[in-house]
């Protein structure tokens, strides 16, 4: 797909005024939550790896509150990388080196034709050893949830089931928006995680 989308009047429409689609002060309570949830579980987020970071609100929360985590943004737009300081990198073709406490992956996926998607999960779940906080849209929240007004409806909608299938090799749903790595020896209560998170 091309990558001159994701250029200034992109972010300008999606980050900023009444209509964009999340805030620095909206994400802060996310961070804050998958954090605190992190540590409720034990896990030190020592290295954090957020792809199509965009404005790079996530970033920003973790190098201002847990300054000693080591933070890498990428994104495939020259236009955020130079921006908002990012490597550039498309997670259709860059296989991450290394693996990460907390893999990001928000609002990306659903840009990505099925073959560039279905890669970017492999590599998604080669790169994490802890969680994933991953929103990717469906076609059901099309249909249903998404705010015509706030949301990119020019993407590629594929069914809850299509994005499970392709994640099911790599993770465990744990729920809202996180999942956990099969590499990962975490350990859920039964009616803590997703169904089907816990061998039954
Ligand atoms: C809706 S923005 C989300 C930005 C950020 N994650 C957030 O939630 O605020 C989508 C981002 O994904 C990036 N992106 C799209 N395709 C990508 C790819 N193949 N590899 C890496 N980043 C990609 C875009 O450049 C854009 O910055």
Do not use: N
């Not at 790079?56 to 973790?62: A, H, I, P, V």
């Not at 279905?118 to 994490?128: M, P, R, T, Y």
């Not at 076609?139 to 590629?156: M, Q």
Request: glycine content about 8%; proline content about 6%; overall charge positive.
């Amino acid at each position: 797909m091309s990558h001159h989308r994701f250029d200034a009047a992109y972010y300008r429409r999606h980050y900023r005024g009444r209509s964009r689609v999340h805030s620095a002060r909206e994400v802060a309570h996310l961070c804050r939550a998958v954090d605190g949830y992190a540590a409720w579980l034990g896990l030190p987020l020592r290295r954090i790896l957020d792809v199509g970071a965009g404005p790079g609100l996530w970033r920003d929360w973790f190098r201002r509150h847990r300054p000693a985590a080591r933070y890498r943004s990428v994104d495939v737009s020259p236009y955020a990388c130079e921006r908002y300081g990012h490597e550039r990198r498309d997670i259709a073709r860059w296989r991450p080196p290394g693996r990460y406490d907390l893999v990001v992956c928000q609002g990306v996926l659903p840009y990505l034709d099925a073959r560039e998607a279905e890669a970017a999960i492999a590599h998604l779940g080669s790169a994490c050893r802890g969680l994933l906080y991953l929103e990717a849209l469906t076609l059901r929240d099309l249909a249903e949830v998404a705010d015509p007004g706030r949301t990119d409806v020019a993407i590629h909608a594929r069914s809850g089931a299509w994005y499970r299938v392709r994640l099911r090799p790599w993770f465990r749903q744990v729920g809202a928006g996180l999942w956990v790595s099969s590499s990962s020896p975490m350990a859920f209560w039964e009616l803590e995680a997703a169904a089907g998170a816990t061998p039954s």
